[in-house]
C-alpha cells in the first residue's frame, strides 16, 4: 500500500474512536471529551510521524 492508503485508513480509524469514545464515555462532558479527543489526535499524529512519515 501506498502512503496515501495508510494516511486515510488512519485518519479514518482516529475518526472511529474519537466518535466511539465521544458516544460511549463522554455525552455530556464537553472539557473531559475535548480533552481527550486532543488526547487521541495526538496519539495518532505520533504513530503517523513514527511510522507512516518515513516511507
Do not use: C, P
Not at 469514545?21 to 463522554?26: G, S, T
Amino acid at each position: 500500500m501506498d502512503k496515501n492508503t495508510i494516511t486515510i485508513i488512519l485518519i479514518l480509524g482516529m475518526a472511529a474512536i474519537i466518535i466511539t469514545v465521544d458516544v460511549l464515555f463522554f455525552r455530556h462532558q464537553f472539557w473531559e471529551r475535548l480533552s481527550a479527543n486532543i488526547g487521541i489526535v495526538l496519539i495518532f499524529i505520533a504513530i503517523y510521524f513514527r511510522f507512516i512519515a518515513k516511507l
